[in-house]
């Protein structure tokens, strides 16, 4: 089994910054990508960031220049940076991530989403 355990929302005004961190762990023999995604109440699941194994990182392009996402391969964690944040921002924030396991399958698995709330 592999798991993905977020961290990093919260509450923060207009033009602050927040980072997002997201942990794998369990059976993974290698992380084939990992993305950062966000929903709205009502609205569909959208890409924010995503970087594929020895890629650069893709950008939505409402974020571009503003959050960065980077990587740990060492901890398998994945970071997303978020800077000049908009009240359009406010969403709940999932990792995901394809990775095959030790039985050499492909999984996909979503972490649990975590709020980030910006006010004006």
């Known amino acids: 089994q592999v798991q993905l355990v977020e961290s990093g929302g919260g509450l923060v005004q207009a033009g602050g910054s927040l980072r997002l961190s997201c942990a794998a762990s369990?059976?993974?023999?290698?992380?084939?990508?990992m993305g950062w995604y966000r929903q709205v109440p009502g609205k569909q699941r959208d890409v924010v960031a995503a970087i594929t194994s020895g890629g650069s990182p893709n950008y939505a392009d409402s974020v571009k220049g503003r959050f960065t996402m980077s990587r740990d391969n060492a901890k398998n964690t994945v970071y997303l940076q978020m800077n000049s944040l908009k009240p359009d921002d406010t969403a709940v924030y999932y990792c995901?991530?394809?990775?095959?396991?030790?039985?050499?399958?492909?999984?996909?698995?979503w972490g649990q989403g975590t709020l980030v709330t910006v006010s004006s």
């Open positions: 995901n991530i394809v990775v095959v396991d030790v039985t050499m399958r492909y999984l996909e698995v």
């Open positions: 369990g059976s993974i023999v290698s992380i084939k990508r």
